[in-house]
């Protein structure tokens, strides 16, 4: 965090800036429960979907934990919890990395693969419904410019510290 130092005064937000911080802190909080209630009924959560989706899409369907951590913005903890509950689910398993045994690769199993592919178009559909649908295009364009802004700025950060 970037402290204010005692001789300079806050900078606080005007009502324009205070509005948009608004809008955007629903959004966050309010997007990921709404993904997850259209997952519920596939039985998955938001977050263990994001990691599924991840795995699909690297070689072989395998990332070492810490890889996946990094891609799910999630603690090492957190996802392992995850992966664990992918596991008894059978979407997923873990071993030691035979290239070096003090990382854990994961894998999508072809069961958790064949889950993602049925559950994809639903949550797609629902991305689509809640994020883009009420866009026009150039808003979607400024969406992506502006999200990629805010990432490069939070990724720069050094008090953003280590995930893994």
Known sequence: MTNTPADEAPRWLDEEERHAWLGLV???RRLEHALDAQ??????THFEYGVMAALSEAPQRVLRMSSLAAYAEGSLSRLSQVVARL???GYAHRRPDPADGRYTLATLT???YEKLVSTAPGHVAEVRRLVFDPLTKAQVKQL???????LHTIAADPCDGDRG
């Open 26 to 28: 629903g959004i966050m």
């Open 39 to 44: 997952l519920r009924d596939e039985g998955l």
């Open 87 to 89: 596991e008894r689910k």
């Open 110 to 112: 072809d069961e958790g």
């Open 144 to 150: 992506g410019h502006i999200g990629q802004r805010i």
